[in-house]
């Protein structure tokens, strides 16, 4: 079946509607539930003209309802994982800048803690979102300030089409790993509920060779156990108002695992991670207008507990956005907003309760000079506690030479803000309250050519987009001087980041098998420019955990309702010393599904095989951190579809 | 259709590099660990005897398991790096703290991988490993029997230098750190609770006694005592940080352990400069230590000297050590913590330079062969 071919020409014409969740709802809806079918559709969302955003659907997610975040965006997206192994700490590394510059969302919630300003991604279930949503670089602005590398964000969408969409997935995986899943999606043309339920857990005690003991030892004290629950609601009002409030808690409690060199350790580290989130949200639709408006609560508590060291830190933020378009006005859209969050935070490391409000006025411009040429202007600016901060604008640009051929070139330019984390304002005795925001200037090339044969049984799409970046007065925890014992965030570093990201997504039915290659590779330079300390030789220096070059690759095949996923990662060497003179060396990971659906009116069986590390290869992320070689998981799913149809 | 064709051709092309590529990442075997770009010479050929030097202890960054040790050789003037990775084909583990020389053998405490390893001086090769402490800090030699190793935790460790075994533990209520020898009596500094602020910490001097291991006096001192020697004359000296959140002035005190009694309270000026690293010359006379630049002072001396010996000029000084024939400092600079450190070699008495070395990661700790 292909479907869906129509909207590639909604796309690529101005959207009337401001939001990517708006998009999917004239679209297939909720996919999920369904079996995995072959589509043919853009990975690139035409809207923010001049800025690169990417969509991974839900049709990919499928195959991989018990993974979590980090793992979809190590196999499908440019964004380089920091991983310290399976169910542990797992960050973002986006287009070379740190974790910190990479903002994570649900349905527009900022999901990253105002202490580290950063989400550690592997407490993301994928079986708690549909869709995801990638902004990259300057894109950015459109939604926060600060995120540098990007904006990742999840998405939940109903399915307007729905009665009854029923879902049990249960996976056994090795070293005692075991995932279940239950969705419930009910509802009519009018309304929709969707009740998710997740719950990982873990022994996570594999195999390894540990080269300090100088024997195959298995992981120690590795354990997890995540759950999460979500209610969600969505209320359609005559095809103009739209109202939907969601409500997802989750919680982690991890063993943390020790490094190799201190793998025989009988002292333990434990965390746990408890988070509540809430949103309610009201959206008027008409042609050439449109409101949004949300307000939500994002509540987390995170204890720490080891021999030495017990505390707790609980943050919370209170979060509105309202946004409004107007395109009514020949050749213009006009997109106005205002955003005001409020975090409060509880530290056993804070002296006292620690707060910030954060206002910020948005103004999104979009012009049409021509059918050819289009533009948009960002402004955005942050008021933080009552202080004006500097204006973060940007610009984009967007060429369609031909009229016949789908060849796009995008061109933007930005200045960029990043305010300080609270923990790096507020840490008790380390915390530095005179520290300066961050400065990015930011600008991109992008290229982006589809292709769908006449025929319809195939679809190309070829993406490059390069792009050249400072960051001035990056914020790092560096030793005090004259103190090595006490480490202090300043505004010391300078980085100059740089690179090109090639994608190319393929879809092709022929003789009965769907064929798909979804591919990316990034080249990042990613270099400081400042000395810090005298001969220390850093600059010019590729950062340390950056990859130059890495690439992610998946080839998927279906036929006789059998899939098959082939996913190839290729991590190139990651230097571990500032001068540059260690490295990780590069390795090349590899990853199958294979899977069976079976059908039955309006009941569908999944049987799902997965091997991870296929060539059993002994490497590690991170230095000292190990990770597993070859394993296994297996995945029985059940599911039942009604639909309006 | 015809118009497909190129792209089908594309399309091929595409899948068949793709299998390759495949192919070709699924070759690599090695296992994927922390290498440097510049793998030093390989010294199997032609065997280093670890008679004659100095053996530098590189700390290493906490959780990356990079401590190693390098060694000078005072033969050929040259430095050999990570010299327990060569003769053992694996790594020291993580936070090497300091390495003590007994008979045949070094004694390396590695903080974070909770042992001390136990190494055959001539070849560096792995002897015994003693496990059993948390976070163990310090060691220092009683007689040819027995050993104390100070923790953060608490306990002091009681090591069979016979077995390489922890025999006993003294209980201590909180973080023991430096230790010094004096007449049957280990004098043990503790900083305090590690969990709590410096304004709870109880920072102390322990007096133990070492034929019946146990604590028979204490005496307060200054916040963090973090250095502890004992001068020709007989006196104790215990150099206090003040803190690290610059609680208090840093102070130095020197304490005659006869009479148990502080006699002296040298106090620093609260500047924002912690001294630490304290250390004396063979003969006793003098004590040095790092403030930003490294101070020399004789311990006749009535004040703290208003200048360094040597200045920092902006370079990180993080590890000090006297060298126990010539006499010559040597200090290390640990740069930005995130790359290999160095080593500088100064003439005591000119302060003139006279080696630059390179060393592992962190530069914390020397130790001198007999």
């Not at chain 1, 408890?274 to 009201?282: D, F, H, N």
């Not at chain 1, 200037?441 to 390069?466: M, R, V």
């Not at chain 1, 600059?539 to 082939?566: A, E």
């Not at chain 2, 160095?342 to 330079?353: A, E, R, W």
Request: glycine letters at 6%.
């Amino acid at each position: 079946m292909i479907k869906s071919t129509k909207y590639l020409g909604y796309f690529l014409s101005v959207s009337f509607f401001f939001n990517f969740n708006w998009n999917s709802v004239a679209q297939s809806g909720k996919d999920t539930l369904h079996l995995p079918e072959f589509e043919v559709k853009s990975n690139y969302i035409f809207d923010n003209l001049g800025f690169k955003r990417v969509k991974l659907d839900s049709i990919t997610l499928i195959p991989h309802i018990n993974a979590d975040l980090s793992t979809i965006l190590t196999e499908y997206s440019t964004i380089f994982i920091k991983s310290y192994g399976n169910g542990t700490l797992s960050t973002p590394s986006f287009r070379g800048t740190t974790a910190q510059h990479t903002q994570v969302e649900w349905n527009g919630i900022n999901l990253n803690s105002p202490m580290l300003g950063q989400i550690d991604l592997s407490l993301v279930p994928v079986s708690q979102f549909d869709g995801i949503e990638i902004l990259y670089g300057a894109a950015g602005i459109s939604r926060t300030s600060g995120a540098f590398g990007g904006v990742i964000n999840l998405v939940t969408n109903p399915d307007w089409n729905n009665i009854a969409h029923l879902l049990v997935a249960q996976t056994i995986g090795s070293f005692d790993n075991y995932t279940t899943d239950v969705n419930a999606a009910l509802g009519n043309r009018f309304f929709q509920s969707h009740t998710k339920f997740n719950f990982s857990s873990g022994l996570n005690d594999f195999p390894y060779y540990n080269d300090y003991l100088g024997k195959y030892v298995n992981q120690q004290n590795a354990s997890f156990k995540i759950y999460g629950i979500s209610q969600e609601f969505f209320w359609k009002l005559k095809d103009k108002h739209l109202f939907n409030a969601k409500v997802w808690y989750s919680q982690a409690d991890r063993d943390l695992p020790p490094t190799t060199s201190n793998a025989d350790s009988a002292y333990t580290e434990k965390l746990s991670d408890k988070s509540l989130r809430a949103v309610i949200e009201y959206k008027y639709v008409e042609p050439g207008l449109n409101l949004l408006a949300h307000s939500a609560i994002s509540d987390q508590a995170m204890k720490y507990r080891s021999l030495l060291i017990s505390s707790n830190h609980q943050p919370n933020t209170w979060i509105n956005r309202i946004r409004f378009t107007y395109n009514r006005i020949r050749k213009l859209s006009l997109k106005p907003g205002i955003d005001f969050n409020y975090d409060w935070v509880y530290s056993d490391n804070y002296e006292g309760m620690k707060t910030r409000s954060t206002l910020s006025l948005f103004a999104e411009i979009n012009y049409e000079f021509n059918k050819k040429i289009k533009s948009s202007l960002v402004v955005r600016d942050d008021i933080i506690d009552g202080k004006f901060m500097p204006v973060i604008p940007a610009i984009g640009l967007e060429y369609k030479p031909f009229n016949k051929i789908n060849l796009q070139v995008t061109a933007n330019a930005a200045r960029n803000y990043r305010f300080p984390t609270l923990n790096e304002l507020y840490w008790e005795i380390s915390g530095n309250p005179d520290l300066k925001p961050e400065t990015n200037y930011i600008t991109e090339l992008g290229l982006i050519y589809n292709l769908t044969s006449g025929n319809k049984i195939l679809f190309l799409e070829f993406t490059l987009s390069g792009y050249y970046s400072w960051i001035y007065d990056m914020i790092v925890w560096t030793p005090v001087e004259g103190n090595s014992s006490l480490w202090r965030p300043e505004n010391v570093r300078q980085v100059n980041a740089r690179g090109f990201e090639i994608g190319t997504n393929i879809d092709w039915q022929i003789l009965g098998f769907y064929l798909g290659l979804k591919a990316n590779y990034t080249f990042c330079r990613s270099t400081n420019e400042k000395s810090i300390v005298p001969d220390d030789n850093i600059v010019g220096k590729q950062l340390i955990y950056v990859p130059v070059d890495n690439l992610n690759s998946t080839i998927s095949l279906q036929r006789w309702k059998f899939y098959f996923k082939y996913n190839f990662l290729f991590v190139g060497k990651r230097f571990t010393s500032t001068d540059n003179s260690y490295y990780m060396p590069a390795y090349s990971l590899s990853n199958i599904i294979l899977g069976k659906n079976f059908a039955l009116n309006n009941f569908i069986l999944s049987l799902q095989v997965q091997i991870n590390n296929l060539f059993n290869i002994d490497y590690q992320s991170v230095a000292s951190r190990p990770m597993a070689g070859i394993n296994y998981s297996f995945t029985l799913k059940f599911s039942f579809i009604k639909s309006v149809d | 259709m015809k118009s497909n064709k190129p792209i089908i051709y594309i399309i091929q092309q595409l899948f068949i590099v793709s299998v390759f590529t495949f192919f070709l990442g699924s070759c690599s075997k090695a296992p994927i660990r922390e290498t440097p770009v510049d793998p030093p010479p390989d010294t199997t050929v032609t065997p280093v005897t670890y008679k004659n030097g100095i053996f530098i202890i590189n700390e290493g960054n906490f959780n990356w398991g990079n401590a190693s040790v390098s060694f000078i050789d005072n033969s050929t003037n040259t430095v050999i790096q990570d010299i327990f990775l060569k003769a053992n084909q694996r790594g020291l583990g993580d936070v090497a703290q300091a390495m003590t020389i007994y008979k045949d053998y070094g004694l390396i405490v590695v903080n974070n991988s909770n042992r001390i390893e136990v190494v055959t001086l001539k070849d560096f090769k792995s002897y015994t490993s003693i496990s059993g402490f948390y976070s163990p800090r310090y060691l220092e030699l009683i007689d040819s029997t027995k050993a104390y190793v100070t923790s953060l935790k608490e306990n002091i460790a009681v090591i069979d230098l016979s077995t390489f075994t922890i025999t006993k533990e003294i209980p201590t209520p909180t973080w023991t750190e430096v230790l010094a020898l004096f007449d049957h009596q280990m004098f043990v500094t503790s900083v305090g609770d590690f969990t709590l602020s410096n304004e709870k910490r109880k920072a102390q001097l322990y007096i133990i006694d070492t034929q019946n291991d146990v604590t028979v006096d204490s005496i307060m001192t200054g916040k963090e005592p973090m250095g502890i020697v004992i001068d020709k004359k007989q006196k104790l000296w215990v150099l206090c940080t003040g803190g690290y959140d610059f609680y208090e002035a840093p102070s130095m005190l020197r304490i005659d352990p006869v009479l148990r009694v502080v006699e002296k309270v040298f106090t620093f000026p609260n500047d924002g400069n912690l001294p630490k690293k304290l250390c004396i010359n063979s003969t006793r006379d003098t004590i040095y230590f790092i403030k930003d630049g490294v101070y020399q002072m004789p311990v006749t001396a009535n004040e703290i000297p208003s200048a360094p010996v040597i200045k920092s000029n902006g370079r990180v000084f993080y590890g000090l050590s006297i060298h126990p024939s010539n006499g010559s400092i040597f200090v290390s600079d640990v740069l930005d913590y995130v790359q290999d450190g160095k080593i500088y070699q100064y003439n005591s008495s000119s302060g003139t330079l006279l080696n630059t070395y390179k060393a592992g990661r962190i530069p914390a700790a020397f130790c001198f062969t007999n």
